[in-house]
């Protein structure tokens, strides 16, 4: 069966602090992973990583992807109250399947 | 404007009753999924649509049903099947080129 877990599943910090999310995956025929921010409703596209080793950066944003470990880390620098979300990694297969495997998400609240 | 709606934001229904979720996107896009969001749950699939006129269950179908007659639209419906119908639901496209998924605002159904 195809897992995707993350870690922690809650954490909370002070702004300007720097934050490290991790999501791990075990899954036949891995294709790419996705991190979502999940605010209070929908959830909104960050990142979809495909190749290990290559960072995407968004602002103070950033992630990584490690095939061979089978993980990804989502950083983020700086924190600041609007960083405060629920934070969701997403793992998509290979094949004509478009669907996602996503895993629980990691709440985290940043403080003031 | 370009994107996914859902309606109602909010819903309340009877146990017994079956009840049915829209989901309408003006993305062109060929696939649509539902999902069901329950605290400390993540995102879990219950059905998917790759193109008209066909889908696929998805980790939890039972107790739910689809159509998808029409590009834009891919209603669900809740039947008093479903044993714990209470829940966030939320539906996304996604098209052939990217496959990032794209996510509607939700729809929040509480049946007492």
């Known amino acids: 069966e195809d897992k995707v877990v993350q870690s922690p599943l809650s954490l909370v910090v002070h702004e300007g602090d720097t934050v490290t999310l991790n999501c791990s995956y075990e899954?036949?025929?891995?294709?790419?992973l996705l991190w979502y921010k999940q605010e209070k409703k929908a959830p909104t596209f960050l990142f979809m990583l495909?190749?290990?080793?290559i960072e995407k950066k968004s602002g103070r944003l950033s992630s990584i992807l490690d095939k061979k470990e089978l993980f990804s880390i989502l950083n983020i620098t700086a924190t600041q109250t609007g960083d405060s979300a629920v934070y969701l990694c997403a793992v998509r297969l290979t094949g004509a399947n478009s669907k996602l495997t996503f895993g629980k998400g990691i709440t985290l609240s940043v403080r003031p | 404007d370009g994107g996914i709606t859902q309606s109602p934001k909010y819903l309340f229904r009877k146990e017994g009753q079956n009840v049915t979720l829209s989901c309408e996107q003006n993305l062109n896009h060929d696939a649509m999924y539902w999902y069901r969001q329950d605290p400390g749950q993540g995102l879990r699939l219950i059905y998917y649509s790759q193109i008209v006129n066909d889908f696929q269950k998805g980790d939890i179908a039972e107790g739910y049903s689809v159509s998808r007659e029409k590009k834009e639209s891919f209603p669900l419906t809740v039947t008093s099947a479903q044993k714990n119908p209470t829940a966030f639901y939320l539906c996304a496209s996604s098209s052939a080129l990217t496959y990032e998924q794209y996510f509607g605002p939700g729809t929040r159904l509480t049946v007492t």
């Open positions: 495909t190749s290990s080793g």
């Open positions: 899954v036949t025929n891995f294709r790419s």
